[in-house]
């Protein structure tokens, strides 16, 4: 498992991909794992409500998936599926491990959904990070580039983000 975690510490620096992972089932219910672990972690953290739940425990990697998958069909890439979405769900958990839960923590969460600009910094950084590890992960999967890796996950992005805006109400 130690030689999991740094391949994917390696990815997030930018010097391995996908590539480096094995094409395993095991290893994608073990990253999927961490990274539902890890996202209630989050929602713990952050006095989430129910349907915030829902939405990220199961709607986010439900979609995160079909959204890889679907890119990858499109590029004629299907074979590199498990690779890339091991790769892209156990960057999203070590990065939501070691930089996500500290920052908040850090920063402070307000339980009257308030958002301060030091909030709205870490979120900013967060999701640019994430779009910068997942795009350079598309990118080398999909035989692409920068740009377009970058632009697949922002649609991604966008569309969790227009889902949860639509079935999660603020405030709760």
């Keep these: 498992m130690q030689q999991f975690l740094k ?5 997030v620096l930018w010097r391995r991909g996908p590539q480096d992972l094995p094409c395993s089932l095991l290893l994608v219910a073990a990253t999927l794992a961490a990274y539902v672990l890890v996202s209630v972690l989050q929602l ?3 006095h989430e409500s129910g349907p915030a739940y829902l939405v990220f425990l199961v709607l986010d990697p439900v979609l995160l998936m079909g959204w890889v998958w679907v890119v990858l069909r499109v590029y004629g890439k299907v ?16 990065l939501a491990l070691v930089l996500s839960l500290p920052l908040q923590l850090l920063v402070g969460v307000d339980t009257a959904r308030t958002t301060t600009p030091a909030a709205q910094i870490l979120a900013l950084g967060l999701i640019l990070v994430f779009l910068l590890v997942s795009g350079r992960i598309i990118k080398l999967a999909t035989d692409s580039n920068l740009f377009t890796g970058v632009c697949v996950t922002a649609i991604y992005v966008f569309v969790l983000n227009a889902i949860a805006s639509r079935l999660v109400p603020m405030g709760t």
Excluded: C, H, P
């Excluded at 074979?79 to 070590?94: D, H, P, V």
């Design 44 to 46: 713990a953290l952050m």
């Design 7 to 11: 391949v994917f510490v390696d990815i």
């Design 79 to 94: 074979e590199r599926f498990l690779q890339t979405i091991a790769a892209i769900l156990g960057t999203s958990a070590l």
